[in-house]
């Protein structure tokens, strides 16, 4: 059983077209955190949300972080060829101080078509 | 750049052989992770190393091993490969405040490993 479960798995949209994909848990998160990785290339951190409800804009990237700190969403407008990529959210789950582990979610792999 | 180097970048090998990951952290971060992609299971946590010391252990195989040398560096040792070892494998580093909230782990672009 995955800890965080991402949705879609799959996504494929034209250019300028708005689009929401979501981190859903059954355990509270202390934080949860958004990458983005490129083919190739090595998940990038775009954000971390901490507070329930809290909403952080990056851009054209808004990510919320749920009240109960249970879920997340990550709402892209009018995306871009350059947003082509998996977007993997990440939480941390441990025994408590520094010994925990930074848990993904298997990712959305969004391709925005030109 | 993200400042992390991982090498090789490309590694294939048969069955039953032994490989070695290497990993050069950022400047200044004491914290090396490894984590293991692949399409079935996603981002895998493997292990993770503070300052020379092993700090969590995740899905880490009997037949992986790692270590953290004293310029901080880190070493991912793949034995008795199987053909489900293939793989991208990744390492990251932070500078580890503590706080879970606090952690931002900077990633290499990985060592895709091909065991045929």
């Known amino acids: 059983t995955q800890l965080l479960e991402q949705s879609p798995q799959f996504l494929s949209i034209q250019e300028g077209e708005n689009l929401t994909v979501y981190c859903n848990s059954s355990?509270?998160?202390?934080?949860l955190q958004w990458y983005r990785q490129e083919p190739g290339e090595g998940p990038v951190l775009l954000v971390t949300v901490v507070t329930g409800g809290e909403v952080k804009k990056l851009k054209r990237l808004t990510f919320q972080f749920g009240d109960a700190r249970k879920d997340s969403s990550l709402h892209i407008t009018a995306a871009q060829p350059g947003d082509t990529g998996l977007y993997l959210c990440a939480g941390p789950k441990g025994s408590g101080g520094s010994n925990y582990k930074l848990t993904f979610g298997k990712g959305t792999l969004l391709t925005v078509n030109p | 750049d993200s400042g992390v180097t991982q090498t090789p970048k490309h590694l294939i090998t048969a069955t039953g052989q032994r490989v070695t990951l290497r990993c050069s952290p950022r400047s200044g971060d004491l914290s090396v992770y490894w984590y293991q992609q692949s399409l079935d299971q996603g981002l895998q946590f493997l292990i993770q190393?503070?300052?020379?010391?092993?700090?969590a252990k995740g899905n880490i195989l009997e037949r992986f091993s790692a270590q953290q040398f004293p310029d901080l560096h880190s070493e991912l040792n793949l034995s008795s490969l199987e053909l489900g070892d293939s793989a991208l494998y990744f390492c990251?580093?932070?500078?580890?405040?503590?706080?879970?909230?606090?952690?931002?782990?900077?990633f290499g672009s990985g060592t895709q490993l091909s065991v045929l």
């Open positions: 190393y503070y300052n020379g010391e092993e700090r």
């Open positions: 355990s509270v998160f202390s934080s």
């Open positions: 990251a580093s932070s500078v580890v405040r503590g706080m879970p909230t606090n952690e931002k782990l900077f």
